[in-house]
């Protein structure tokens, strides 16, 4: 009889290998595709999705430097896969690289709590629509950031958008 490699029990390395599944399926990659995004990152070879499924199962707690690639690999902050305790690491940080949009999204994601704690699928929903935006809005892009900000204020505070007056929307 084959004896069960133990699982990773601790708390805080728990959640941090349920989160790397959660950011892979939200994106919806495979885990050969993130092993391979990881090993552009950095990771070694020996990183392939073999090692990922191992994280993700719980069966090893991720290195520090295994994070890091992996939030790259993911296009997510570190923090981000930290879940729950991603506080007792620091504030969230927009990634290097990132656009105007996406910058001011995390910054209202802050301000607005803990909506991405919360709604993890809204928040990452709000980061790609920001990426989006940065690469194809062009000179509407502080107006499209100033609506975005307001919609996530309003999905925070509960409301809906059909509440609201919709005179700043313009024409119908």
């Not at 090993?39 to 719980?58: I, K, Q, S, V």
């Not at 707690?61 to 879940?83: K, M």
Request: hydrophobic fraction near 45%.
């Amino acid at each position: 009889m084959e004896q069960e490699e133990p699982s990773v029990s601790e708390p805080i390395s728990a959640v941090v290998t349920a989160e790397i599944g959660v950011a892979r399926r939200v994106r919806g990659a495979t885990r050969d595709e993130v092993a391979v995004a990881a090993r552009a990152a950095g990771a070694p070879a020996a990183f392939t999705a073999a090692a990922l499924r191992n994280l993700e199962t719980g069966k090893r707690a991720p290195s520090v430097d295994e994070l890091v690639w992996l939030a790259v690999a993911l296009e997510v902050p570190v923090p981000q896969l930290l879940g729950a305790h991603r506080d007792l690491f620091g504030a969230d940080t927009a990634p290097s690289g990132c656009g105007a949009v996406e910058a001011a999204t995390r910054e209202s994601m802050r301000e607005l709590g803990d909506l991405e704690g919360r709604e993890h699928p809204l928040a990452q929903a709000a980061y790609a629509l920001a990426r989006k935006l940065d690469t194809d809005a062009g000179m509407a892009t502080a107006a499209v950031s100033k609506e975005l900000r307001a919609a996530l204020a309003d999905i925070w505070e509960g409301r809906s958008a059909e509440d609201e007056d919709d005179e700043d929307l313009g024409p119908s």
